[in-house]
Structure formats: structure tokens, C-alpha cells
């Protein structure tokens, strides 16, 4: 199967800047999309950030516009969350997504996501 690690969260005074990883690695035979996406206490999961195969297209939630920066290094399978100028509202659990096909199934896209990365915004 297709295993995601996210990294890169911690703790961060408002104003500050992180940089979340996410790596796929397992029986990959190739990776569509990737996405973030953050869930904060008490709310639905939201769509942070997302990225094209090659990287040519990224789209961001409004909230997060002109601060976060999406990436990739298809290379390395991983995927890269530059987050500048950080609020206490961007506090929240960040996951990584990806629309994978393995050798199993090298037609078939499914959505594999990370356990996710603590991030916490003091102010």
C-alpha cells in the first residue's frame, strides 16, 4: 500500500514561519494531485492548498492566500508546505493528500492521507 509521513509541525509565535514535508512512500506507481488540508478543534477538515502532477497549476483557500506556498518534488514524492506570517487562526492539525496509483491497480486513483502534524500559532 502507500504510506504518508507529514513533519515539520511545532509550535510557532504569531508572525513566525513553518515548513510542513509530507513523503509517500510504499508500492507507488504514480501520484496525481496532492493536497492540505487542516482541521482545528472543533471544526470540519478544510482544504489549505493543492497541487497539480507537475506542479504547474496550485490552488489556495482564501484565508491562507499570499502566506502559504504548495510544492512538490515528484523526484522524492514529497510534497511541501511553506506557511509565512502565521496567526493563531491557522492553529490546527495539517494532513497531506494524495491521489496515488500503485502497481497493484496502476488505473485506479485513490485518496491516501497522513496521520498529520501538529501546528499551533501562540499569539
Known amino acids: 500500500q502507500v504510506q504518508l509521513v507529514e513533519s515539520g509541525g511545532g509550535l510557532v509565535q504569531a508572525g513566525g514561519s513553518l515548513r510542513l514535508s509530507c513523503a509517500a512512500s510504499g508500492s507507488i506507481f504514480s501520484i496525481n494531485d496532492m493536497a492540505w488540508y487542516r482541521q482545528a478543534p472543533g471544526k470540519q477538515r478544510e482544504l489549505v492548498a493543492t497541487?497539480?502532477?507537475?506542479?504547474?497549476?496550485?490552488n489556495y483557500a482564501d484565508s491562507v492566500q499570499g502566506r502559504f506556498t504548495i510544492s512538490r518534488d515528484n523526484a522524492k514524492n514529497t510534497v511541501y508546505l511553506q506557511m509565512n506570517s502565521l496567526n493563531p487562526d491557522d492553529t490546527a492539525v495539517y494532513y497531506c493528500?494524495?491521489?496515488?496509483?500503485?502497481?497493484?491497480?496502476?488505473?485506479?486513483?485513490?485518496?491516501?492521507w497522513g496521520q498529520g502534524t501538529q501546528v499551533t500559532v501562540s499569539s
Open positions: 497541487i497539480t502532477t507537475r506542479g504547474g497549476l496550485t
Open positions: 493528500n494524495a491521489q496515488t496509483a500503485t502497481w497493484g491497480a496502476p488505473r485506479v486513483l485513490r485518496n491516501y
